[in-house]
């Protein structure tokens, strides 16, 4: 992995920068090396596909803005005004794409905050959320499975940890797990951290099994610092621990769904699709 200091971070919030804007709206994360590998990697995935377009970040997460400013002195702005600033600089032809999982609570929020604005730009689209079309379950899917084929030997449950909502969109967790085990990988399983199914829940589906061995791995965008907390900690409530207890060998791939090509390239065709829909 590259040595990297978090000076370097490009804010993506730069001026005088044309008529079109591809704003990329993510949640956000405090830990520089995360940022470069996820939400970084996905901002110059998208400045290669559309070059004829300048990339610019929002983060929707306050708390996460205010820590970088104090860590790193970098001031990256929030959905709001990365809004504000386009309008400001005469975009005319704005195209936004969240990075979010699925069509839930945080991806309801950007298109509420984008509508404030239909009235500023001339043409303004918001590209799908990762997850969408049966098509965009199944490519992810087959990324999640090359992702961690390295340890798939037949003895080792691989499971995924999502994040889980209340909202009904949770659905999507039991949409990818139906499609993995109907594709043959039933030694596949996807939880969440705060909904259903529960850690315990996949611990009781995985002691059905002849499984010495558990893989854990985040089905996220950004593998943030919660992970560690939750899924790789040693606290007595993280993922690892409960497997850990119930006799289970467990090893952890702290990687966010961002780092995998497969995935900033379906968010690319995503955002091609706003900009045909304009």
Known sequence: MDAYKAS????????????????IISVG???????????????????????????????????????????????????????ARAAANGVRNLVI??????????YQ???????KYQNTFPSLSIGAPLLTSDEDFRIVADALVSSTAAYDNGETAICFMGHGT??????????????????GWAHYFIGTMEAAPTAEDILAMVKTGNYSRVLLQPM????GGHINHH????????????????????????????????????????????????
């Open 8 to 23: 370097t971070d490009n804010p993506r919030n730069q001026d005088g920068i044309g008529e079109n804007e591809l704003l």
């Open 29 to 83: 994360t405090s830990a520089p090396e995360i940022r470069r590998l996820t939400i970084g990697a996905i901002e110059a995935t998208m400045e290669k596909a559309f070059p004829e377009y300048a990339v610019r970040r929002g983060f929707t997460n306050q708390t996460i803005i205010g820590r970088i400013k104090r860590r790193e002195g970098i001031s990256i702005d929030n959905a709001g005004e990365a809004l």
């Open 97 to 106: 794409q969240p990075t979010h999982m699925m069509d839930g609570l945080e």
């Open 109 to 115: 929020k950007a298109i509420q905050e984008a509508a």
């Open 166 to 183: 209340e909202a009904a969109s949770n659905e999507v967790y039991a949409r990818m797990q139906k499609l993995l085990w109907d594709s």
């Open 220 to 223: 996220m965008i950004v593998a």
């Open 231 to 278: 899924m790789a900690g040693e606290g007595s409530d993280s993922w690892k621990h409960i497997f850990e207890r119930a006799g289970y060998e467990v090893v952890c791939q702290v990687r966010g769904l961002g780092e995998l090509e497969a995935v900033r390239n379906l968010l690319v065709k995503h955002a091609q699709a706003a900009m045909e829909d304009s």
